[in-house]
């Protein structure tokens, strides 16, 4: 799998970001959001390039 694949695209958090944060210690969600700062913003469906 490709750890540079965009997971969350208002905070340029990648799939690698996450998997480093679990690696740190992060076990839920709230944890994953407090390391990387995905899901912080909110504007990812509207900055993804996938978006349908």
């Given at each position: 799998?490709?750890?540079s694949e965009m997971v969350c695209y208002c905070a340029q958090v990648t799939r690698g970001d996450i998997i480093a944060?679990?690696?740190r210690?992060?076990?839920t969600m709230?944890?994953?959001k407090r390391?990387?700062?995905a899901c912080v913003?909110?504007?990812c469906e509207n900055l993804s390039p996938r978006k349908t």
């Open positions: 799998m490709d750890n944060a679990m690696e210690g992060a076990r709230a944890d994953i390391m990387t700062g913003d909110g504007n």
